[in-house]
């Protein structure tokens, strides 16, 4: 349809993570952010969750472009899963997201299905199709992250991905509040907004706050500094080695991904680290507590990280004792808390003393409050608000913050996932809805574990399995051959319980071969309720019961 | 021995929860406190978890008594439990614990084998064996909280109980900082202190805050108000009650918990609830929802409880609607807040502005922060101090504030559960050890579930479980009689992998059958290894594979 843009996120509304927008004006795709989620509780077993990517992959061929925000996993981790798939001719992104990006496709061997092209946001709009493209920077916790623009023909939308007003950023690179006003000038018809935060009142602090904490905390301590954070925040990273710098201690890197980032980041000029300041870890040995500083991964807990070895004493080159002081320099993502408060157990037992954001100010959001986000929607004035990036409260929240900023009504699109948003001169409402749900990573598999197998999962999990082996024989096939077995796993049921299970099982096959019913489904489900019932009213437990009937 | 006492930590050291604490003298054991811990998530299927009681069980001749500091589910849970098991001549609880504890026994039938006695902060001391116990009112989240002193043949202790030093506690009923500062006077030669906010900077706030926080908030609402809070905050839900009175709201009360605590709060005196005010569910649809208060449990986003039906649309009399208001007057406990936010996006979706402690002051800790525990150090002097209630991070914080206070290094006891603390004239130290683990209750099963039922469900969660079922056959009973089939729960294999799987398992039992291997453990044991690989190796999954051989 000409004059207008359809606006379709497939991730990211309503939850935190896996952000996708797919952008579609005469026929032609630009898709913002492939991001992956991290599992919840419920997903048993499950490694990744991606966006149901199925819409794309039926419009293969009208995709031009995937573009990143930066490069963060819930922005760009799906993008190896998407060009395995779709076969995508450009990705844009900013210098540092390239950088990071080019490393992970490596990885995954897809370094060279797409063409890469640097975004810049300090140089002129670039058509991909019927879409004209800019970019704005934007302040966040990983560096060059910016705001996208597209002028489309149903309007110039700004899609900010994530941001804070930072205006003392670590690299000065602060959020262009002066291209947002002149965006805000020439007219926006609809802003897609981070509402991570929205529900806060007040500003986010800048980044550097942490800086000056680490700067009070690391030159008085006398043994060894341990650092956790998100191996992403560059910043962070830098201003622990400027302090590591300053008290004249060596900086060891540990953890697969912090080695690999501070690698990129170094590479492309967005650290400054002198080759002398960094260690290997087998140096630490050659060194006092207090002329070390290591930089790690596992701030949230994660099993395999650094700093999870370190607590649990099962890192090779490294170990705390007391004395030492751990900076846990993040915050728990919820569902992650009771990992990490088990790693800071773990570490003050051995005696560290361990600084965490609910004590001590050693980490601050890459998202803005409200505040920001008003002064945002005050900049760009736009005719219509579509809050994403956020569960559905955030999300509501910013819906409130752009009411109460004068958007009209009418002009707040409150989305979810597979909403069909159509933006054109009478403004941006939801048209259709598609499928857009998860698709599941387990193991090599993407897609194949689907609710049915959770739902069993979940139900192994809560009370176990109990396989009922009954085998049939006679010359007519029709009596017992030996009294049922049971197989019992996760199930706590006692030797009497058991056996009276067993004794049941026979029951019910022999009353059931005396009346001739010998079909092997009629047995097993006639097996499946008479001992689930007797285990339920013996225990009030209900195991997944298997009735196998073999006949012979 | 002569001349000391044994204190030993059942429960609630290095963990929040299950806080129970055996004193022995002579010969003879009180125990303080009788509590329960909640699931966590490894404790697959769990429905409560309960202190290792078998110390009190092999001395239960010795029980003199269970004295209780308050009424909370973490210091009188697992009563009933022991109380099944122990026959435990008294109970000593102030009045609103005990009558929160009678309507428990009374459910459990255990209502009339102990003596319940009345523990009075403002009465003499009462013998109890070789102990000599009073109490002393301390402000606490539930009214009527004590600490407990007990005057042994080891010298004197002070058991805080759960507490903060609220100076305008809402009944009036302060912590006892004169009693404190006399027991300091007389001496205390070891305080067993409450450790959960020890990291934490300051003072935590006066309860008084959350009803100031009613007052600014609930007037000025034109839509039904809903808050949630513990049923046992008593003097939460007394300052909702006062705001609904002010505004001309009728109050409903919802959840089992609340309306049992609320009766039995007003019934002995501690909440002042006109009947007037309060309605019952149905006569809600009478009300103009600017005329309701609803006071409900499900602050912590509990599967059945009244709030999270209410979000979800599942309330038979309850509904929100755009322009409630839903107040979420708790924190999350750690571990629960994926569910509390899932029960907050509900309530938003549904149309209602939901505060909750992130946002706005709508809760305050039960617990001080560390200046109390300094001015409680301060008060009583104690000559040793043994950190209890809290995890590790929790006991090492309070350690600190009493090291800081002066306490000698030898005289600071860094116990664990179990840990055996003997008490003399010549200070407090760890002596011995004994076993002092969880017991789970599942379903009606206690103590039954062990560590590899639990290592069992974990394994079944993750990847399912795929059972192999081969019958054996033949004159000599040495041949398979059918191929293989494979029954798969939870475990998401394609149909080509199944297929593989299944030839697998047939070229297994044929190989080994060709060698004349015939025993059914060896059998599956090849079966499980050879089929356990194949799916790894595919799939990178590791399901339960349970190889079922019949021989017929």
């Known amino acids: 349809m000409p004059g207008t843009c359809r606006i379709i996120p497939l991730g990211g509304l309503g939850e935190v993570g896996k952000n996708m927008t797919v952008y579609e004006a005469n026929g032609k795709i630009v898709v913002v952010d492939a991001g992956l989620a991290f599992p919840r509780d419920e997903h048993l077993g499950v490694d990744l969750v991606l966006p149901d990517m199925s819409y794309l992959r039926d419009r293969a061929k009208d995709v031009l472009a995937v573009i990143l925000t930066h490069g963060h996993e819930d922005h760009v981790g799906a993008l190896p899963y998407l060009l395995r798939e779709v076969a995508v001719p450009e990705i844009w992104a900013t210098r540092l997201t390239m950088g990071l990006i080019k490393s992970k496709l490596d990885e995954h061997g897809l370094l060279r299905v797409a063409e890469l092209k640097e975004a810049d946001p300090y140089a002129a709009p670039v058509d991909i199709g019927p879409f004209r493209v800019e970019f704005v920077r934007m302040a966040h916790s990983i560096p060059d992250a910016v705001a996208v623009v597209l002028e489309t023909p149903g309007g110039r939308i700004v899609h900010t991905g994530d941001y804070k007003l930072d205006h003392t950023p670590v690299d000065g690179q602060k959020t262009d509040v002066g291209k947002l006003a002149e965006l805000g000038n020439r007219g926006v018809d609809l802003m897609l907004g981070d509402s991570t935060n929205a529900e806060r009142p007040g500003m986010t602090q800048s980044e550097r706050v942490v800086g000056e904490a680490f700067r009070q905390i690391i030159p008085q301590r006398k043994g060894r500094i341990l650092i956790s954070s998100f191996a992403s925040n560059i910043h962070r990273v830098q201003q622990a080695v400027d302090v590591a710098i300053q008290c004249n201690r060596k900086v060891c890197v540990i953890g697969r991904s912090m080695r690999k980032n501070v690698g990129i980041a170094r590479n492309l000029g967005y650290m400054q680290v002198p080759d002398s300041v960094l260690i290997r870890p087998p140096e630490l040995d050659d060194l006092r507590p207090d002329q070390q500083m290591i930089v790690c991964t596992g701030s949230q807990g994660e099993p395999l990280s650094a700093l999870t070895r370190i607590a649990y004493h099962d890192h090779p080159a490294v170990s705390v004792e007391r004395g030492d002081t751990v900076i846990i320099s993040a915050k728990p993502v919820p569902g992650n808390e009771l990992r990490v408060h088990d790693a800071i157990n773990r570490l003050a037992k051995a005696g560290a003393e ?192 298997l009735p196998v009937v073999v006949e012979v």
């Open 354 to 545: 361990v600084l965490h954001q609910e004590i001590a100010p050693v980490h601050v959001s890459g998202h803005g409050c409200s505040e920001e986000m008003r002064t945002v929607i005050a900049l760009l004035r736009p005719r219509a608000v579509m809050p994403v990036h956020g569960e559905f409260r955030m999300l509501a929240a910013q819906a409130q913050l752009a009411r109460e900023a004068g958007v009209p009504a009418d002009g707040i699109v409150l989305a979810e996932n597979g909403s069909v948003v159509e933006l054109s001169a009478s403004g941006a409402r939801i048209v259709d809805t598609i499928e857009a749900g998860m698709t599941f990573v387990d193991g090599l598999g993407v897609g194949d574990v689907k609710d049915v197998a959770l739902r069993d999962r979940r139900r192994l999990s809560e009370d176990g399995v109990l396989i009922v082996v009954a085998t049939l024989g006679g010359s007519n096939g029709a009596s017992a051959t030996a009294p049922p077995e049971l197989i019992a796993r996760g199930f706590a049921g006692s030797e009497e319980l058991l056996a009276e299970t067993r004794e049941e099982a026979s029951r019910v096959l022999d009353e059931l071969l005396a009346q001739d019913v010998t079909e092997i489904k009629l047995l097993q489900e006639h097996l499946h309720d008479a001992i689930g019932q007797l285990v339920y009213d013996r225990m009030r437990r209900r195991p997944m019961i």
